[in-house]
């Protein structure tokens, strides 16, 4: 008898350190500052995917501060962006064959240059190397009157855009 009761205090204890292992892990668990999101939509024929990891403004300056000019960004947070296309299209009236790329911008108040780069799987921009670029485009940043406080992609009618503070970086595609 002695040895079932001590059995079972064991079996007790052991359930004890499994819940209270558990309810830590869970109650430790905090949503991710940048989560993971996704956006597809067609443009003609074409379907277009982005996943990109989307922070917030949270009061910060972004824009030439976060995200300095002149200087490569993953255009988002996280892994890099990813773009993929399952048809050839036209961006800014370049050429971009069907695939997955990952999307960098070198931000710039006047200009801003996008790029499609052919390693699709990468860390953010710090392994982001120049000679896999399959294709670069200079587009010119508008300035929006509304905040966009998460990082946002859209996908709509000829246009992919990124929007995020107080900009919109529109790409026109065909």
Same mark, same amino acid.
């Given at each position: 008898? =002695? ?17 209270? #292992? ?10 991710? #500052? ?34 300095? =000019? ?12 990813? =773009? ?11 050429? $971009? ?5 990952? +999307? =960098? ?14 390693? #699709? ?13 399959? +294709? ?15 990082? $946002? ?16 970086? #529109?790409?026109?595609?065909?």
């Amino acid at each position: 008898m =002695f040895y079932h009761q001590k059995y079972t205090m064991k079996k007790i204890i052991g359930l004890l350190l499994i819940f209270i #292992a558990t309810t830590n892990f869970a109650l430790g668990q905090k949503a991710k #500052a940048s989560p993971r999101e996704s956006v597809t939509g067609k443009i003609n024929t074409a379907t277009i995917s982005i996943d990109y990891g989307s922070p917030s403004v949270k009061n910060r300056k972004i824009w030439g501060a976060l995200v300095p =000019f002149n200087k490569i960004w993953r255009a988002g947070a996280n892994e890099a962006t990813t =773009f993929e296309t399952d048809k050839e299209l036209f961006v800014e009236g370049k050429k $971009l064959p069907a695939g997955k790329y990952s +999307l =960098f911008i070198i931000p710039n108040e006047k200009k801003c240059v996008v790029i499609f780069n052919k390693k #699709a799987k990468q860390w953010g921009a710090y392994n982001y190397d120049e000679d896999l670029d399959q +294709l670069r485009v200079e587009v010119s940043p508008k300035k929006e009157s509304k905040i966009t406080e998460k990082l $946002l992609f859209l996908v709509k009618e000829n246009t992919v855009a990124l929007l995020w503070d107080n900009w919109q970086i #529109a790409l026109e595609i065909k």
